[in-house]
């Protein structure tokens, strides 16, 4: 076989294998009839998925006269991938199945955030997830992680403000410890791609996606795609200037849209009586108007942000994720209100804003997306 249609080989057995695992159950015949391939190549690439455990059959599906087809399945328990979300205060881990299904979660706060102290947990919970995973083909496909700064698209944190890191080496010291593929993502671009993939964006084409948290962060979708940038540094429009002599921002600089509008700048207005956000939320479910009215402010800060992105990239959807969006009940109409008084009338028809349907999971299970991806694409092109 020559060179050329090895690659030829590679890519079709790509497509027959991302065919089956979009739209399983699915025939030979099928998977022929859409894929424009002949019907003895998608046998021969059928055989060789099945060999290689990627996919099942099962008893014969609807006949269109004649005999009855066989069925093909997605295997999505040939092997399992972790997802770990780095957060301020807190690390959550998953291991999850090839198809997005979380098998085990695993969620530890952190009391404080210096890089051997976070990667000692990282990798006690990876450890540990690895222990209680359940046996398969290709056991551990790869590893992916979300975390809250800018990640250049050679897997190192340049930058975690609120981490306090600079120049970490997270991807590198992951993969010389476990010794599988490691994606290391910012984790508003992973929460976009988790909420496309899984949650709240699945019918939508351009979508951007603001992670609320002790920080804000933006993942932008564009045609379906993650837009990442020239570097892969897109998305960091908390620290757009929404106030001339503003706050100072953990960023350095002053009047920063997130200085305004997180979880830290909630708990500043908050004041000494209040330590947590599940506690203000406490509050607010006990009818505390105050409470109500500091979700309020919080609401109106992340709208008039909100309305720079839309009269910016003029998407489809808007969706609110992170920890901010447990309190959906006090935000909306503030956030509603902004849009609907200061966004230019044409941005806002057939406009959809919407919060995370996967909750806290949205970055874990977008960095577990890129993982399986790069499985499926490297398992096609190297058997």
Known sequence: MTWNQQIVKKNNKALVLQLIIEKEPISRADIAQVSG?????????VNELLEEELIYESGPGESSGGRRPVILHFNKVAGFAIGIDIGVNYVLSVLTDLKGNILIEKNQPLAQTVYSEVMSTVKNMIQSLINEMPGSRYGIVGIGAGVPGIVNKEGSVLLAPNLGWKNVQLKTDLENEFRVPVMIENEANAGAVGEQQLGAGQDYQNIIYISAGIGIGVGIILNKVLYQGRNGFSGEMGHMIIDLNGKLCSCGSRGCWEAYSSENA???????NTDSLEALIKRAENSDEAAKHLFGEIGNYLGFGI?????????DQVIIGNRLALAKEWMVQPIRTIIENHTLSHHQKELQ????????????????????????????RTS
Do not use: Q, R
């Open 266 to 272: 909630l708990l500043e207005m908050a004041g000494k």
């Open 37 to 45: 391939l002949h019907k003895a190549t998608v046998s021969s690439l």
């Open 353 to 380: 804003l919407d919060f995370s349907k996967l909750g806290k999971y949205s970055t874990v299970l977008g960095v577990t997306a890129f993982v399986v991806e790069n499985f499926i694409k490297e398992e096609a």
């Open 307 to 315: 309305n720079n992105i839309i009269n910016t990239f003029n998407p």
